[in-house]
């Protein structure tokens, strides 16, 4: 793996905590000069295991707050710096993780910083209105400048929302809404559907659904859930409804060995998806919409081709199901694209594309003919994160930030393949796109114990469905930062020899 | 009327706009001197009829963004103070709406733009954090300082989320989750449960069903939704779960020459919730929890006595649902307690309290037996709201905000008292707790003909239920305020003799 040579200096940095400066370490790299950040450190530090002593101390008094058992440690965000995340020991970690992949442009970007110290912006942040009702002045401006700017292809309208969860939720509504509209043919629904639905009773709260696919994450409320089939712990003892389940492609690696089979795995799942809405149709549960994520992200980063989408695009429309994109984690430009289903190359991708966690704000885009009406809450988002969003926004564009990911993405996928090919046993199914990117391990317990060597060694990886590991970074990740980590990660998987 | 004699100089400035400098009318008041909010503008000031040309303009140009047709008219935070809201037009108005509720101490309060000024705090704006797994240091002490001091009795946790849906959505499913390990009376679910889970299948997706009321509220995503029964706008075609619809007393005013009437009605009220758990258990989808406003709020201000709410409680013990009382739109201060539920003088009042709103975070409170482990979500809440609830808490404490409330909330009630003696056709059932008021106006044309004749007089209101008018001004509204708008309702209600 010509590319990971490891530095000597950074092994040592790495592996024998506290012996350089807190100033940090220097590598030698052929990529460093040219993209560094700025604002970023040069490398991670670590001084203890993580979670450290003082992370451990602050856990221990936590024990009355939410789910003390599910923190990892405790951050200090002050310290923290472009793609470092710092925790309360002093550790300074690569983050390729980034807050389950809700970080844009890392941590304390300048841009973001300014924007906070401008007075103008103050009353944004003290005042937070009920959106639907009293809009601030700018807000029009504000959301042109942002959400319509990246709006994807036929989408001119947008809603925001707080929280992905909610973002699906009232997709969810919109597309129901919009359903029995073009069932009912008129505008006026009866006086039993009036009656009926204030007591949860059909047909005023009529036995729609919605087709969603094994292995899809969408959320977890209780509407969101029910297309949510990722992990048991998720579902296990929460009511739901009796909504289908596709399949979604299992694909083959690599690709380019098994094309005939993807082709016929893919094939396969779109004929049962056909098959799930005759048959709900005929249970009296038709299926008013189809949801799906560009890569299955929680569920494992399961990949389909663009022609699967293309497809299952075509029969949404053949049986007049809308199509809903989630691209909570897939949106926001760490596909290489601002959007994932950009790299499908359709004109008219969805009826709705729901988003949230690096687009700060949670919301969704949707069709003319899908109408916003009875669409409402008391907060419907919140201003204060569409004025980062502009921010965000600018920074992507001054730095050509997608180009910089598909750059970075290309060398992380090349990193992998290296590291699958010195690690058969181990290593499998290298995949991504952009540098959405992941590699399952051979099975869950060796995942995890590769997750915590790493942290250990100042790389923040998560993990997603059984037994893959899910690189996230920022938008801010560069080539340069793709060598630290493979110098590392290689290091880690020496002891796997 | 005595108290709300017109102030001469008050009522030329209200309907003669733009006599008066934009430094504002004074008023010759006894209370006020004492009491006036310092950073509070001393009164109204109409320039235009609402919304004004500028509002009028901007909408225009908002076409392709949400819902247009819901906006009432676009604001000027920046200029917006303590107990008035400033418009795009220059209109400064007596806010006694508050953002449907949820501004606890008055626009652009002194505290709150002083802790945005605190470079120590741009870090938790800039970066917001996967609270779950990564929180930074403070927050433990953060949440000691504002949500655990004011924990409602018997609960030692808290589980903050982004809204006020997020929140009902998560606490029923810690409820339900709750009520299955009960069942079960181990942790270790079957096989058969944890493979039906993931298509939503019983016996992993179990038929458990939350009871509630008939005029309740508790959010619009499609859990909360199948518990609000307010109006059919709501849930009209969106899908729902069978489960259990009580009647919420509906009393009659003057309580006191109809004490026997209401409580045969509650009596009646709380024979048909037990009616129901047994008909649902027979129908195999037993009740795992009750949830409840201490105040119906979008339903129409439906109250009813603390001896309801007391045996509603020991129903719920007696059959082994939870208790859940949804505080988001009564919390935080404005029934002259800051949780209204304290009005029932109980010390184990409930399994679950959620709020939201005047909490500027939402979230929930649960008893320990309630397991957090298994509720997650990417950001579970803002650590930016907790800072600035820090603040607010700070200033109702040092400003005895809670006792202005129940001095301001008794002219007001008093107030209303008079207006309908005065108006007898017109207004009936005055009522409210705190300045947590509402009174019923003789039909719904004509109660948002006076809200709209108010608002262009320079007071904000809101409606509820069919054809009440609410009262949500913030904590920072005292005696003095109550009788700008009395004087200015009085004037509108003129018309109607």
Known sequence: MASCLI???????????????????????KAAAKTQVEYDYDGPLMKTTVPGPRSQVIKTKRVCLQNVGAVNFFCNYEDSRGNYLVDVDGNR????????????????????????????????????????????????EKITES?????PSGMTRVQTMACGSCSNENAFKSIFIWYRNK?????????????????????????????????????????????????????????????????FPRLKYPLEEFSRENAQEEARCLEEVEDLIVKWRQKGKPVAGIVIEPIQSEGGDNHASPDFFRNLRNISRKHGCAFHVDEVQTGGGCTGKFWAHEHWGMDDPAEVVSFSKKLLTGGYYQKDELQPYRIFNTWMGDPSKNLFLVEVLNVIRRENLLEEVARSGKALLNGLYELQAQYPGLLSRARGQGTFCA??????????????????????????????IRFRPALVFKEYHVHIFLNIFNDVLAQYK
């Open 7 to 29: 530095s000597r200096q950074l092994s040592l940095c790495v592996q024998k905590n506290l012996w350089l400066s807190s100033a940090g370490c220097r590598y030698v790299s």
């Open 93 to 140: 970690m690569l983050d390729i993780y980034t807050q389950i992949s809700s970080i844009p442009i890392g941590y304390n970007h300048p841009a973001l910083l300014k924007l906070m110290t401008n007075p103008n912006n103050l009353s944004t942040f003290v005042n937070r209105p009920a959106l639907g009702i009293l809009p601030p002045e700018n807000f029009p």
């Open 147 to 151: 959400l319509l700017s990246i709006a």
């Open 183 to 247: 069932e009912r043919g008129h505008n006026t629904p009866s006086e039993e559907e009036l009656t009926s639905c204030m007591t949860n009773q059909g047909p005023g709260c009529p036995d729609l659904s919605i087709l969603s696919f094994m292995g899809g994450f969408h959320g977890r409320t209780l509407g969101c859930l029910a297309t949510t089939h990722s992990k048991v712990i998720h579902k296990l003892d929460i009511p739901s409804f009796d909504w289908p389940v596709a399949p």
């Open 439 to 468: 590699i399952d391990v051979r099975d869950a317990a060796t995942r995890d114990r590769l997750l915590l060597q790493a942290r250990d060694k100042g790389v923040l990886l998560g993990g997603c469905g059984d037994q893959s």
